[in-house]
């Protein structure tokens, strides 16, 4: 298990990441990570462009169809 720390950065709080979780998740200081919500927990990955285009695409569609969505779902 690992321990973030949470530290004021201005008006906004940041987490600090150890070397290590930084070198795994090829990430470094100006990158954009993903924090996604599971029924697990939260789980961290790389900022991902495409990934972020399909899902703000399958937000849309899902938005402009709950009527059918809804309907599938029962």
Avoid: C
Avoid at 6 to 23: R, W
Avoid at 53 to 63: D, F, P, S, T, V
């Amino acid at each position: 298990m690992l321990t973030l720390k949470l530290t004021k950065i201005g008006n906004s709080i940041g987490a600090v990441f150890p070397k290590e979780v930084l070198q795994r998740l090829h990430a470094q200081e100006g990158d954009k990570l993903f924090l996604i919500e599971s029924p697990e927990g939260y789980k961290i990955t790389p900022y991902d462009d495409k990934f972020a285009k399909q899902m703000k695409l399958a937000r849309e569609i899902m938005h402009d169809n709950k009527d059918v969505l809804k309907v599938l779902s029962e």
